[in-house]
């Protein structure tokens, strides 16, 4: 049944939850006994489940223009999600089973940005979001928020939500003013039995505490978002009392327990596993976020000693969980007597030509518009080697963030300062090629909705923000083996959070252990004086806290834009009419050990 948020809010206004029934209209000869003990009574019952979809309907990849792969040839998309989906349904039968996501839904591709930007769904008489058609069509029973899910703003989001079938549940996505849920916390769902009454399946949504630091300007004043725990204890015996035989999380946080913000936020980024561990009640997690595969993960609960099951199915429709219940009928209620994870993999599917049908306009307008022609480069240039060298492509996005932010400061108070800029290696698969360039070559040059602000420190803190950034690499003595694959990532540190500075000149000492790796740090030839004033032009993400870089959080503002970082690279190659690493790139930064060199 179609889920009206309107009705929601109404009835979480006056009583403070509510409940979407939903799939659980089925007769008892289709519902799915399973053997057990002599006399006794048993029900099976299966929920599917992805996360981390980031805007892929199709296995195809916009900014190449073919079709998806990578080097262990997994595929991705909804098309081939659906396939799977079927396949479960028609060997479980459908009424037993259900089909749930754990967030970030509308962010990710071009296919997602053309809809939130270029062709709005926010318009009016604007079009139906495609991630909303296809999991309307596949037939979703409900969906956690992501935090990706706030990236264009709170009305795209509820233009979504209001384009969808199903309920986007946040039990700790909270009004500002009232604190009472601004999304449905939880939906119930009745799975008809052949004996005994109905079994009722509670799914508790929490999405990431991190929105209120990533998206600030977006959530600012109107949302909060709690900490996971502490919204689970809240809700979860709560669904038991209304007498949900079985509750499953809907979690957009990974399980390592781990927070990239540090103590910016006092409650946990990654917190599913801390969920089920610390609240009693639960049967099993949905994991997202983290963008790992966890087929299955038993974590014991301390107050009932009682395994939870979770599972995270990977990313962008790569994996499709399936956890697997076991009920037993006895003294007038059902009690879970066994329950297991396990995910499929979708590049063992083909694409669900009813969902490719679906969408095929929509698709055909986005390649359309990514294959525009913007300019042309004097040469190619790619980020393969963007984590361990300063390579121009890195260059290309320093240069024109900068450009931008001196033009922007031009005529200000601040006019006169240096202007540095901050960029990380998002794809090392990202390359402008030499002639014609698209706009796909310049887009995917920055996957992230990012916008550019900029930031005043000083030399001292310049160079703190360095040293924080050169942990990425493994720490490596003079004279030992370096094997490129093998010298970035140090203690999980993702690629993204790697920054180069540009506009200034420096060593990375990899055989000093961390914070003591930056030398020879220096300005127009210059040491660079730690009381010196600086202009940093950053991202929004890494500005707002992303990364728990130092200093800039608390750095003084001095300018923001509200356009992407993505569309700001695409209109300066469309100005410039030519690409030419000649008058950007040059090798500002390098990896020595003892001050050798490493490449």
């Known amino acids: 049944m179609a889920f009206d948020r309107r009705t929601f809010l109404g009835t979480s206004a006056a009583t403070g939850a509510a409940v979407a029934l939903a799939g659980a ?25 992805t996360t981390d979809l980031h805007g892929n309907v199709f296995n195809w990849d916009y900014f190449t223009d073919k079709e998806f792969d990578d080097k262990a040839h997994n ?31 509308i962010q990710g591709t071009q296919l997602s940005y053309y809809y939130a930007k270029v062709d709005p769904i926010t318009a009016r008489r604007g079009p139906v979001h495609p991630m909303a058609q296809a999991m309307n069509a596949i037939g979703y029973d409900a969906a956690a928020l992501g935090n990706h899910e706030f990236n264009y703003g709170i009305p795209v989001l509820r233009k979504f939500e209001e384009q969808c079938d199903f309920p986007l549940l946040g039990a700790n996505a909270l009004d500002a003013k009232t604190q009472r849920p601004a999304f449905a916390p939880y939906s119930m769902h009745r799975l008809r039995t052949p004996h005994g009454r109905d079994v009722k399946v509670a799914v508790l949504g929490l999405t990431n505490p991190g929105i209120a630091i990533w998206d600030k300007a977006n959530v600012q004043g109107k949302m909060t978002f709690p900490g996971l725990e502490e919204q689970a204890a809240k809700y979860v015996p709560r669904l038991r009392s209304m007498g949900a035989d079985v509750v499953i999380v809907s979690a957009h946080s990974g399980s390592s327990g781990t927070s990239s913000y540090g103590d910016q936020l006092p409650y946990i980024e990654n917190a599913a596993a801390l969920v089920a561990e610390q609240v009693p009640g639960i049967d099993a997690i949905l994991v997202g976020h983290a963008h790992t595969e966890i087929p299955e993960y038993r974590v014991k609960n301390k107050a009932t000693g009682k395994d939870v099951v979770l599972s995270e199915p990977l990313k962008w429709g790569q994996r499709l969980t399936l956890f697997d219940f076991e009920l037993t009928w006895a003294k007038g209620s059902w009690s879970v007597a066994k329950v297991s994870a396990r995910v499929l993999n979708s590049n063992t599917a083909a694409e669900d030509p009813k969902i490719t049908r679906l969408l095929s306009d929509e698709h055909g307008k986005v390649v359309a518009y990514v294959n525009q022609v913007i300019g042309t480069s004097t040469q190619a240039m790619t980020s393969a080697d963007g984590p361990v060298k300063d390579v121009a492509i890195i260059d290309l996005i320093n240069h024109v963030q900068a450009e931008t932010v001196r033009g922007a400061l031009a005529g200000t108070e601040w006019a006169a300062l240096p202007v540095l800029s901050q960029a990380s290696c998002f794809s090392r698969t990202a390359a402008i090629p030499a002639g014609r360039v698209t706009l796909k070559d310049a887009a995917g040059l920055y996957p992230f909705e990012n916008t550019l602000e900029a930031r005043l420190l000083t030399g001292a803190q310049v160079k703190a923000y360095l040293e924080y950034s050169a942990r990425y690499y493994v720490r490596t ?3 030992d083996a370096v094997d490129p694959a093998k010298l970035t990532n140090a203690e999980g540190t993702p690629d993204y959070n790697y920054d180069a500075v540009y506009g200034l000149t420096y060593d990375v000492d990899i055989a000093q252990p961390v914070g003591s790796r930056i030398t020879g740090l220096s300005f127009q030839g210059k040491a660079v004086d730690p009381a010196a004033q600086f202009v940093l032009a950053v991202n929004n993400y890494r500005a707002s806290g992303g990364g728990n870089f130092p200093h800039v959080p608390q750095a003084r503002q001095v300018w923001a834009n509200s356009d992407e970082i993505r569309n700001t690279i695409i209109q300066w190659v469309k100005a410039k009419g030519t690409i030419d690493p000649a008058q950007f790139a040059s090798v500002d930064w390098r990896l020595t050990r003892a001050g050798v060199p490493v490449f």
Not at 26 to 44: C, E, K, L
Not at 85 to 103: H, M, Q
């Open 25 to 49: 209209t089925s007769t008892p000869a289709a519902a799915q006994p399973v053997s057990g003990a002599a006399g006794s009574r048993t029900y099976a019952f299966t929920v599917m489940g």
């Open 75 to 105: 595929d991705v998309g909804l098309a081939k999600i659906s396939t799977l989906v079927n396949e479960v349904r028609a060997e479980k039968g459908r009424c037993n089973t259900l089909l749930i996501d754990a967030g970030d839904t």
């Open 477 to 479: 003595a003079p004279g």
